[in-house]
């Protein structure tokens, strides 16, 4: 018998889970780093620019989609058009590949999070670090050697998103945003305020807020805006068509979406402050100027090495902010994984009839498997090349695909009908045009631009993983979808196009 479809217990329950499915890593060290290469305070316009042609735009169309069709992502692909049930298979495979490195990254953080009560990373947290955590090697070396304390984390970060996502709705991901989030806030005001107590606080600051306009000129700096959108609101990966999928009658689209979108960039720029406040008081200490403290594109690692090195100075408050820091990185990654599980749980139970348990069980099992590739010493140099080319290569493309099916192949009219319903706010033609015209083009362009940087200039290891990436992306789709359906309402047609 099919299970009784999710619902949402409360409207907050569903803006913690969708706020949490948002902020993440990136919002933590990623848009940090970003801000301060674009060109400071002056990124801000590029930021916001992106933030209304791209965030809010497809947001939205996210929103609409998954609260009118009330189904996943394969079978409204499917109700579209008979043959585009793939293509949703295409975005869950990503996700999926996207989620077993990030577990990976939360798991390094989890270890982080244990050492910072005693500073346990030592004198030299960047040889530790590589040598001491990752032990990780240059190339493919290592691929069958694991790293005990990293498979060990990532076993507990994979039982806790099992034993999340495999309770309902309601008493899983719902209640642990519910706590997740708010806590997580009231964490990042402890740092921001602290940090910017610290001696040198003002020199970072200042640096993060100097605005550079000649960066308004440089295309890549725009691109970077858009790129920092896609990946902070986590856009495309059919998050929010499923979550919106769980809302009840009557829901307040337009608000909700609005308020999940300010929260999480007021997040990133808000937590921004306090990361340069450190980094500002570490200037001051050591003597090294900031942009020698940030390494462009490691973000990543960045948190695990500039930081440790930062509290090793900082005396008694870092064994505070310390386990503060980390432990937000922990319940914000954790939020977002979850949040990558449900799409593709929510259409392997529709399609197969099965439990939401069984399809967690599936999902989890599956995920940890693949994770276990980064727990090996190559994990660091394979987990970079899976963070590029999905982020930079696969995942756009899907977005201008979905623009192209959701913006002509369906009759667009109708989202727009449904995101006004109850809606305070309404949207108005410019959303179509936005769907059809801008956010492909100017995706494209990214895309393009992308190709030259992710692939083209890898080395001849990289792009053959690559290539068997590709291939895992477009074979298991199709088999995916070739498999029949135990559900026959999976192929009922839910909307008139
Ligand atoms: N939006 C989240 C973040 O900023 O970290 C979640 C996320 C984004 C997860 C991109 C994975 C990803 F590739």
Request: proline residues 3%; aromatic residues 14%; glycine residues 8%.
């Amino acid at each position: 018998m099919a299970e009784e479809r999710s619902q949402w217990n409360s409207r907050f329950g569903f803006l913690m889970a969708m706020i949490g499915s948002a902020v993440g890593l990136g919002n933590i060290w990623r848009f940090p780093n970003v801000i301060y290469y674009n060109g400071g305070g002056s990124f801000l316009i590029p930021y916001i620019v992106a933030l209304f042609i791209l965030g809010i735009s497809f947001v939205m169309v996210e929103y609409a989609l998954g609260y009118r069709f009330k189904s996943s992502v394969g079978k409204i692909l499917y109700s579209i058009h008979n043959k585009l049930e793939p293509i949703g298979w295409v975005i869950l495979v990503i996700i999926f590949l996207i989620l077993s490195y990030y577990v990976c990254v939360i798991g390094w953080d989890l270890i982080y999070f244990v050492l910072s009560f005693s500073q346990g990373w030592g004198a030299d947290p960047s040889t530790f670090f590589a040598s001491g955590v990752l032990q990780a090697s240059d190339g493919l070396e290592g691929i069958f050697s694991f790293v005990p304390w990293v498979l060990i984390s990532v076993i507990v970060v994979w039982a806790t998103i099992y034993t999340i996502t495999r309770s309902k709705l309601d008493k899983g991901i719902e209640a642990v945003s519910k706590i997740l989030i708010p806590l997580l806030v009231v964490m990042v005001i402890i740092i921001v305020a602290f940090s910017l107590t610290l001696p040198g606080a003002f020199i970072g600051v200042t640096q993060l807020v100097t605005p550079n306009w000649a960066a308004l000129t440089n295309f890549d700096v725009w691109l970077a805006a858009f790129g920092q959108i896609v990946f902070s609101l986590s856009l495309g990966m059919a998050i929010a068509i499923t979550y919106s999928s769980y809302l009840p009658e009557g829901s307040k689209l337009v608000d909700s979406a609005l308020t999940v979108v300010f929260s999480n960039s007021t997040f990133e720029v808000f937590n921004s402050f306090g990361v340069f406040a450190i980094l500002g008081f570490m200037s001051l200490t050591s003597g090294i100027a900031i942009n020698s403290l940030i390494t462009e594109g490691s973000y990543m690692g960045m948190a695990f090495i500039v930081f440790p090195q930062v509290f090793n100075v900082m005396g008694f408050g870092a064994y505070i902010i310390g386990p503060l820091f980390f432990g937000c990185i922990l319940f914000a990654g954790i939020t977002s994984a979850i949040a990558l599980v449900e799409p593709i749980s929510a259409t392997i139970t529709e399609k197969f009839n099965i439990k939401r348990s069984i399809s967690a069980t599936i999902v989890c099992g599956l995920g940890f498997l693949v994770s276990l590739l980064f727990t090996t010493q190559a994990g660091l140099f394979i987990l970079t090349i899976f963070d590029s080319f999905l982020n930079n290569f696969a995942l756009l493309l899907t977005i201008v695909i979905e623009c192209i099916i959701f913006g002509w192949i369906y009759n667009f009219d109708n989202l727009i009908e449904t995101m006004n319903e109850y809606s305070t706010i309404k949207l108005g033609k410019i959303w179509k045009f936005v769907i059809k015209f801008a956010l492909p083009i100017c995706i494209l362009i990214f895309w393009i631009s992308g190709i030259q940087s992710t692939i083209l200039a890898a080395d001849l290891t990289s792009q053959l993983i690559m290539l068997g990436l590709s291939l895992v992306i477009i074979i298991v789709p199709i088999i995916l979808s070739i498999l029949p359906a135990k559900n026959e309402k999976y192929y009922d047609v839910i909307d008139e196009i």
